[in-house]
């Protein structure tokens, strides 16, 4: 997020220091995701009798690829018709009245950005509507932060729905998602009540300009951006039913609702390729190894590549709206 002028920035810049833990932290991650990856993918070739390219290729040549590529672009457009609603609907919660058709650029233009690093998409739009609408760099922050915050939580609330209708068959760890969702609603309400001064009066964090959309937020405006946002996650579902059908997988609704939540937050961990959400794939389906590799290299990848194609789109009218 950048403004104007620098002196009124409300947040001093994040030591280099951490910023190198932070890439080192993740390095780690990522080359252990692709270790997991290739010895499981490896074992599954050598049961096979096969090597690991041809059993790689075999995968690949048993997908139907033309229905999997209308049904993802056909995913991926209704998304971004979704992605752009919440976030107009809460800069008109918190800031003012932008239209919809005034952010569509933008979070278009964002999704090329969001390629390597989602929240520095958003942060692109922090910098456009400043520049465009001359909104504070500051106040555009504070409602992006809120979106991320609810981001969070809305993906706990579904996997607690999903694991409520179809627990059973789901791996050990899935039961901790009910105490898990129970410490996330208590964190929530005692969130709630500190940005409305109910709780911890002197504690003066609630100041900040960064926090302003959440304390100005209520109970409607996180129960809002759920009913907003649910459409996507719910689509994703049926999506991700299918694809996996067409990679040869056996897949129902109800066993993805709990799984998917739990990978969308793995795809937000910044490795390359997606290789955490890909790694989360294998490892919830054991006996498919090669195919869900697969599966989730091109599923996560693709719709990354394909919105970056949607912004592309947008890109001209971003650029004259901002330089004219």
Same mark, same amino acid.
């Given at each position: 997020?950048?403004?104007?002028?620098?002196?009124?920035?409300?947040?001093?810049?994040?030591?280099?220091?951490?910023?190198?833990?932070?890439?080192? &932290?993740?390095?780690?991650?990522?080359?252990?995701?692709?270790?997991?990856?290739?010895?499981?993918?490896?074992?599954?070739?050598?049961?096979?009798?096969?090597?690991?390219?041809?059993?790689?290729?075999?995968?690949?040549?048993?997908?139907?690829? *033309?229905?999997?590529?209308?049904?993802?672009?056909?995913?991926?457009?209704? #998304?971004?018709?979704?992605?752009?609603?919440?976030?107009?609907?809460?800069?008109?919660?918190?800031?003012?009245?932008?239209?919809?058709?005034?952010?569509?650029?933008?979070?278009?233009?964002?999704?090329? &950005?969001?390629?390597?690093?989602?929240?520095?998409?958003?942060?692109?739009?922090?910098?456009?509507?400043?520049?465009?609408?001359?909104?504070?760099?500051? =106040?555009?922050?504070?409602?992006?932060? /809120?979106?991320?915050?609810?981001?969070?939580? #809305?993906?706990?609330?579904?996997?607690?729905? *999903?694991?409520?209708?179809?627990?059973? *068959?789901?791996?050990?760890?899935?039961?901790?998602?009910?105490?898990?969702?129970?410490?996330?609603?208590? /964190?929530?309400?005692?969130?709630?009540?500190? /940005?409305?001064?109910?709780?911890?009066?002197?504690?003066?964090?609630?100041?900040?300009?960064?926090?302003?959309?959440?304390?100005?937020?209520?109970?409607?405006?996180?129960?809002?951006?759920?009913?907003?946002?649910?459409?996507?996650?719910?689509?994703?579902?049926?999506?991700?039913?299918?694809?996996?059908?067409?990679?040869?997988?056996?897949?129902?609704?109800?066993?993805?609702?709990?799984?998917?939540?739990?990978?969308?937050?793995?795809?937000?961990?910044?490795?390359?390729?997606?290789?955490?959400?890909?790694?989360?794939?294998?490892?919830? /389906?054991? =006996?498919?190894?090669?195919?869900?590799?697969?599966?989730?290299?091109?599923?996560?990848?693709?719709?990354?590549?394909?919105?970056?194609?949607?912004?592309?789109?947008?890109?001209?009218?971003?650029?004259?709206?901002?330089?004219?």
């Amino acid at each position: 997020m950048n403004e104007d002028n620098p002196a009124e920035m409300p947040e001093s810049a994040p030591p280099k220091t951490g910023g190198r833990i932070g890439r080192v &932290i993740f390095l780690l991650i990522t080359v252990g995701c692709f270790t997991y990856l290739y010895f499981r993918i490896a074992g599954a070739a050598a049961r096979e009798g096969l090597s690991l390219t041809a059993y790689m290729a075999g995968v690949f040549a048993n997908v139907s690829w *033309g229905y999997w590529l209308l049904l993802m672009m056909s995913y991926s457009l209704f #998304y971004f018709a979704i992605d752009t609603l919440v976030a107009a609907r809460a800069l008109n919660w918190f800031i003012g009245k932008i239209r919809y058709r005034d952010i569509l650029p933008v979070r278009a233009s964002a999704y090329i &950005i969001s390629i390597f690093n989602e929240q520095v998409g958003k942060g692109a739009m922090a910098w456009y509507l400043n520049r465009r609408h001359g909104v504070p760099g500051w =106040e555009v922050g504070s409602v992006m932060l /809120f979106i991320m915050f609810c981001e969070l939580f #809305y993906l706990l609330v579904w996997a607690t729905i *999903g694991y409520a209708f179809g627990s059973e *068959g789901l791996p050990d760890v899935f039961s901790l998602i009910p105490w898990i969702a129970l410490g996330g609603a208590l /964190f929530w309400l005692l969130w709630l009540a500190y /940005f409305k001064g109910r709780l911890l009066p002197g504690l003066q964090l609630r100041e900040r300009r960064i926090l302003n959309a959440f304390k100005q937020a209520d109970i409607r405006h996180y129960l809002y951006f759920f009913l907003l946002r649910s459409p996507a996650l719910l689509a994703a579902v049926a999506v991700y039913t299918v694809a996996l059908n067409l990679f040869g997988v056996d897949a129902s609704i109800l066993m993805l609702l709990p799984y998917l939540p739990v990978i969308f937050f793995a795809a937000t961990v910044p490795t390359p390729m997606r290789a955490a959400a890909i790694t989360f794939w294998v490892i919830l /389906f054991p =006996e498919n190894e090669g195919q869900m590799a697969a599966f989730g290299l091109v599923q996560h990848n693709f719709f990354i590549l394909f919105n970056a194609l949607i912004g592309l789109v947008f890109w001209r009218k971003a650029q004259r709206d901002l330089f004219g």
